[in-house]
Nanobody, 125 residues
Framework: QVQLREFGGGLVQAGGSLRLSCAAS????????MGWYRQAPGKQRELVAI???????TYTDSVKGRFTISRDNAKNTVYLQMNSLKPEDTAVYYC???????????????????WGQGTQVTVSS
């Protein structure tokens, strides 16, 4: 089985920084993409940033220039460096892994997606 575990959420003042990390564990062979989503109270979950195995990245417009996503493929870990935080960044941040291939029962399995449990980020004004 594959599990994702997030670290690094917390409370920060506007203008401050936080770094989130997410480690995937299990008998993993490869992960196509790892990314971060967030969900604020009363709102739908939205993509924040995603990083693909080949190195390409995508950001939602509201975080461009402030957030940086990076991956350590050897450690199956993804990071989100968040700078110049704003109160509107307050949300539960979820890690997601897409296209996970892992060993199970002597064979190689593929699952479409895995989600972490989420970590709260609160930015005070």
């Amino acid at each position: 089985q594959v599990q994702l575990r997030e670290f690094g959420g917390g409370l920060v003042q506007a203008g401050g920084s936080l770094r989130l990390s997410c480690a995937a564990s299990g008998t993993i062979f490869s992960i196509n993409a790892m990314g971060w989503y967030r969900q604020a109270p009363g709102k739908q979950r939205e993509l924040v940033a995603i990083a693909f195995t080949g190195g390409s990245t995508t950001y939602t417009d509201s975080v461009k220039g402030r957030f940086t996503i990076s991956r350590d493929n050897a450690k199956n870990t993804v990071y989100l460096q968040m700078n110049s935080l704003k109160p509107e960044d307050t949300a539960v941040y979820y890690c997601k892994a897409d296209g996970v291939r892992y060993y199970s029962g002597g064979g190689l399995m593929t699952t479409i997606e895995h989600w972490g449990q989420g970590t709260q980020v609160t930015v005070s004004s």
